[in-house]
């Protein structure tokens, strides 16, 4: 977990499909699953943030700048895909949270894949 990004990669990719699975719900009109779904989808937040956190702390010392913007890029990607899916069940405005999400979302595997590990 400190050495191999492979628990962080899974944490995060699950988090996004469960992601699209609340939005489908949400749509479907399921909102007894979206909510259930949603539950499961913060805990994911949770282990993101973890496994995240644990990479960080062993690793940031090579280079504290990116790896601070890696750090703050994927704390902005989960309070946007928070934040889009509880405007969504209140059928408010989401675009500008999703043009967040997507550049947030960019600049954070762009800068994963180019920090070291
Ligand atoms: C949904 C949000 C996130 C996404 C999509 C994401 C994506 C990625 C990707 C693509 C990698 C590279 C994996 C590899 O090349 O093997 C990575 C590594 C990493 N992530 Fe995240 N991440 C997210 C959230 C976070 C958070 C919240 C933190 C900090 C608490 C964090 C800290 C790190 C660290 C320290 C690395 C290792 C960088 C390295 O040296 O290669 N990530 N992440």
Redesign the pocket.
């Known amino acids: 977990m400190f050495e191999s990004?492979h628990a962080?990669?899974t944490t995060?990719v699950v988090?996004?499909i469960l992601f699209v699975i609340v939005l489908v719900l949400q749509k479907g009109g399921n909102q007894k699953g979206a909510k259930i779904t949603h539950m499961i989808l913060r805990v994911f937040y949770l282990l993101?943030?973890a496994t995240?956190?644990l990479?960080?702390f062993k690793?940031?010392a090579y280079n504290p700048a990116l790896?601070g913007i890696?750090?703050l890029?994927?704390?902005i990607?989960?309070a946007m895909?928070e934040m889009i899916l509880v405007r969504t069940a209140k059928a408010k405005n989401t675009a500008i949270l999703w043009i967040v999400f997507v550049v947030a979302?960019a600049i954070?595997?762009y800068l994963?894949?180019k920090?070291?590990?």
Request: no cysteine.
């Open positions: 990004t962080h990669i995060w988090a996004l993101i943030i995240g956190a990479l960080f690793h940031q790896y890696k750090f890029g994927g704390i990607v989960i895909l979302l954070t595997i994963g894949m920090l070291p590990i």
